[in-house]
């Protein structure tokens, strides 16, 4: 009320000034301030150095660029091609076009030119991204020269891409390289002179840097001697191994050493509700940790990452961080693509027990003509095939010895070198050591499984050494394996007996046994992916 008088004393005159000062120091703000923007204008996501937009071409001034690398969430858009030799019967993936930049013409750039990258990400995460971004704003020097942030990923790719040019002429020209140890031959492969180039070239140049953080026993280690056995031996090859850099400027690959069978034996707890919860925060703290010390994850959210697990929870774990469950390359005992597993990033490879640690004792068996069973299965009632399969076969039939538990004094292994065709049904989970088991002792495998990727079908062609038979079929089983010829099977088997060679596990690995095996499989979904990442700032 008191401001209300006051102001009805004022004269008319008075008043007016009073309304229109406001107007004018209004007025003068917004005359400086459009001035100013005229000239520079700024943003959160992107940043550059350049020359001014007011025409006199007189001062350097900072311009927009996008600094963010174009992988995508699913990265579809980084794949080149899939991986689908069953449909073309050809090595398809390989035969995009070699990168034209030579090395010779990036050595001749001295003068680092900026070119604008429009390239997003287009993630659609589940979630809020908890990782730290790439989208970042940065002051830029003006006046010293512009340095490199990552130099050598454009080396990478050029040295990639004259890779594929190499497979690609190979697929075309069908020269094929001499190899004193091994050359891959036969229906087995999808393509063998194609793998064969690819193999080399992995062996050529491939390298991977393995993160030293994490302590034991969660990381660095891993079980060597059960069903699981193939955490511990990958890890511990992988650290000790050739394709191992120290430098991460020279890695194709990071490798995250975590064991999911060792996240599961230690903190698993199975009374708690929330079970689930500590074993996915163990690893979604150790992204956070190697994200936020070196910039490699960041450059790619992942996409040149890979984890491997044989544990049948790792699927349902690696969804602790979206990035590694949609971009890193998985590699995975139990590939079911019911779970999400993507055989265009991810690597199926084979779940093999080693009861003493070794394959020792479990290698060969009888000819095909003093094998007496027709086929044999024995194990536990658990998952939804396994119920059909006893149903239909447990001690009904001595031509289909279908056990739930062997009788005692029967020997498993004696049991499998007798057997012409070894049962593969699935458990909870898809995977199963049965199909090495099989190919170990000289057993056709037959595989009784649900969207189930078998290993390294990449390359290898499982129908020419084993047998598929739909779920629905399990109640003709005998009449399926004894309509196979005598010649058709002894071709199966003998292809069985050599491919075994990639799935045998090597103390000191072998030349194209399992842990090469798995490494070329990392190797094609590096190989078939292209990197744009932050060349300079």
């Known amino acids: 009320m008191k401001i209300c008088s006051l102001w009805c004393t004022k004269s008319a005159s008075t008043r007016l000034l009073c309304i229109m000062i406001p107007f004018i120091l209004v007025s003068i703000f917004f005359a400086f301030g459009n001035l100013k923007n005229s000239s520079f204008s700024t943003s959160t996501w992107f940043f550059s150095s350049g020359k001014s937009n007011s025409g006199d071409g007189s001062g350097e001034r900072p311009e927009l660029v996008a600094v963010v690398v174009n992988s995508g969430a699913d990265r579809e858009e980084a794949i080149l091609e899939d991986y689908k030799f069953n449909i073309s019967n050809s090595f398809s993936p390989l035969t995009a076009e070699a990168n034209q930049e030579s090395e010779e013409e990036f050595q001749q750039n001295e003068k680092p030119v900026i070119t604008q990258k429009n390239e997003t990400f287009n993630i659609s995460l589940e979630k809020q991204h908890e990782l730290p971004s790439l989208n970042e704003t940065h002051a830029l020097p003006i006046e010293p020269k512009i340095k490199k942030k990552f130099p050598n990923l454009r080396r990478l790719e050029v040295k990639l891409g004259k890779a594929r040019a190499a497979i690609k002429e190979v697929t075309t020209f069908g020269n094929q390289t001499d190899d004193s140890d091994y050359v891959p031959s036969g229906p087995m ?85 929330e079970h689930w919860n500590p074993m996915k925060q163990t690893l979604s703290d150790y992204i956070k940790l190697v994200s936020g010390k070196y910039p490699y994850w960041n450059r790619s959210l992942g996409a040149d990452h890979f984890m491997l697990a044989c544990h049948d929870w790792g699927p349902e774990i690696s969804k602790a961080v979206p990035e590694l469950f949609k971009n890193s390359i998985r590699a995975l005992c139990n590939a079911n693509t019911s779970e999400g597993f993507r055989p265009s990033k991810d690597v199926s490879f084979p779940e093999i027990l080693l009861p003493r640690g070794t394959m020792d004792g479990l290698i060969g068996g009888p000819s ?51 057997s012409k ?21 000289g057993c056709v495998p037959v595989l009784l499984k649900d969207h189930y990727v078998p290993p390294f079908s990449d390359v290898l062609n499982w129908k020419s050494f084993s047998v598929e038979v739909p779920i629905d079929r399990i ?24 491919v075994r060679r990639h799935f045998e596990v090597n103390k000191t690995p072998k030349r194209y046994d399992v842990f090469h095996m798995i490494l070329h499989s990392v190797w094609l979904r590096r190989l078939n992916m292209r990197l744009h990442g932050l060349e300079y700032l």
């Open 475 to 498: 109640q003709d089983l005998k009449k399926i394996l004894a309509g196979i010829s005598t010649r058709q099977y002894i071709r199966l088997q003998r292809r069985g007996k050599q």
């Open 189 to 273: 492969y999808w393509n063998a002179k194609a793998f064969h180039r690819s193999y080399l070239e992995m062996e050529k140049q491939f390298k991977v840097f393995v993160y030293e953080e994490g302590e034991q026993p969660i990381f660095h280690n891993g079980p060597c001697k059960s069903i699981y056995a193939m955490e511990g031996n990958f890890i511990y090859q992988m650290e000790t191994t050739k394709f191992r850099t120290r430098d991460p400027e020279k890695a194709h690959v990071f490798f995250l050493p975590i064991s999911v069978t060792s996240i599961v034996h230690f903190i698993y707890d199975r009374n708690s509700r």
């Open 421 to 441: 065709f070894c049962l593969c049904p699935s458990g909870y989970e898809v995977a199963s050591p049965r199909m090495v088991e099989a190919l170990y002792t």
């Open 368 to 418: 095909p003509s003093r094998r007496s069973i027709l086929a044999f299965f024995a194990g536990g009632l658990h998952g939804p095939i396994r119920p059909i399969l006893l149903e239909h076969w447990e001690n009904k039939d001595d031509d289909i010895q279908v056990h739930r538990y062997l009788p005692k004094g029967v020997s498993y292994y004696g049991m499998l070198r007798n």
